[in-house]
């Protein structure tokens, strides 16, 4: 169908928004007038126009009498910007078409019924799995006002992340890396234990950044991080958030923010900090979507807590076995409680495979 093609194009193009809007969503537009593509967009930043905007600047006057493709439905209130609607009546669109509803309660089909009631032939739930999809970190974050998690695990076969002596560099090949990078570009944090930093003093930015600059949060309940991390000493502390508890001395919290780092204390709770703790906190900052990097012991968290929204196994051909340390930690869970996934999809990554899984 013509309108899974266009909306196919405004998804793309709202893809390339995502890591880069928070608070707000990530959206694509397209503006089509006789059967071609007149006008495009996507949201590039808060505070900055919307998809919908940019794509009828393209279109100019051939907007007038054109069908707009957009992956969310548009805004009709007035924020930083001029309500979307406003700007569509205005170009004289003669049809919506679009992908998912507007996930705010207070919000949810206005824009719909407003672009209806002015003569605008709307219809809605186009390739909407795919929409929903795309706007899942902030659907998270305007229902929960938590960020949605992604928990990103390495391993070995028999679901290992580090042989015996800690050593962990490289279980998985270089096309796996790759697509962890990918990832980091479309996340708005970039989350790891102290015992991961300490271990692997890893940067946590992507590489290339393509204008990303996900935070790198660090769960650091005593606040001792070497001042030669590189998430301290790399030239971008600015970018370094850590979470350290709120009987961490004072001293070290003004160490670590002298370094330029930002520090979010959280109460702790048997001198752990707790993981829904966390993500309160993490969204008061308006992140909408943190990668979780490691190690076994936080992901053992997130797990526990029902935290986790979505699962990336990198699965190595490869065994280590004996004592090497498992890719989850914790207490563990007897057999009728252990936590249960519904895998979705398989792909292969060089010689690795990269599993996709959603909690059942």
Request: hydrophobic letters at 40%; proline letters at 6%; a positive charge.
């Amino acid at each position: 169908m013509k309108h899974e093609l266009y909306m196919r194009r405004a998804l793309d193009l709202g893809r390339r928004g995502e890591g880069l809007t928070r608070p707000n969503p990530a959206v694509g537009a397209v503006v089509v007038r006789n059967g071609r593509i007149v006008g495009e967009g996507w949201h590039r930043k808060a505070g900055g126009p919307h998809a919908e905007v940019y794509a009828l600047r393209r279109a100019g006057k051939r907007a007038r009498g054109a069908t707009l493709y957009v992956t969310l439905e548009p805004c009709c209130t007035q924020g930083r910007t001029p309500p979307c609607t406003e700007a569509i009546l205005k170009a004289g669109i003669a049809e919506v078409i679009v992908g998912t509803r507007d996930p705010n309660p207070a919000h949810a089909g206005r824009g719909l019924r407003l672009l209806r009631r002015a003569g605008v032939r709307v219809v809605a739930g186009v390739l909407e799995g795919e929409a929903r999809a795309l706007l899942a970190p902030f659907a998270k974050w305007i229902l929960a006002r938590r960020p949605f998690v992604t928990l990103k695990m390495g391993m070995t076969l028999d679901g290992r992340i580090a042989d015996e002596t800690g050593a962990s560099r490289w279980i998985t090949g270089p096309a796996a890396r790759r697509k962890v990078q990918t990832l980091r570009r479309r996340v708005d944090g970039v989350l790891v234990g102290k015992n991961t930093l300490l271990k692997d003093n890893p940067s946590l930015l992507p590489v290339p950044a393509k204008g990303r600059k996900p935070w790198r949060i660090v769960l650091a309940p005593d606040g001792r991080v070497p001042a030669s991390a590189k998430v301290l000493s790399d030239g971008h502390a600015d970018q370094t958030l850590l979470t350290v508890s709120n009987t961490c001395a004072s001293a070290r919290v003004k160490a670590l923010q002298a370094a330029g780092a930002r520090v979010l204390r959280i109460r702790a709770k048997a001198g752990r900090l707790p993981a829904g703790a966390l993500l309160d906190g993490l969204g008061q900052l308006g992140l909408l979507h943190v990668l979780c990097e490691g190690g076994g012991e936080l992901a053992a968290s997130l797990i526990e807590g029902g935290l986790v929204d979505n699962y990336l196994f990198f699965i190595s051909p490869s065994f280590l076995g004996g004592r090497a340390t498992a890719v989850v930690g914790g207490r563990g869970w007897r057999m009728a409680g252990r936590p249960r996934l519904r895998f979705i999809s398989v792909e292969r990554c060089g010689p690795d495979i990269m599993v996709k899984a959603l909690p059942e």
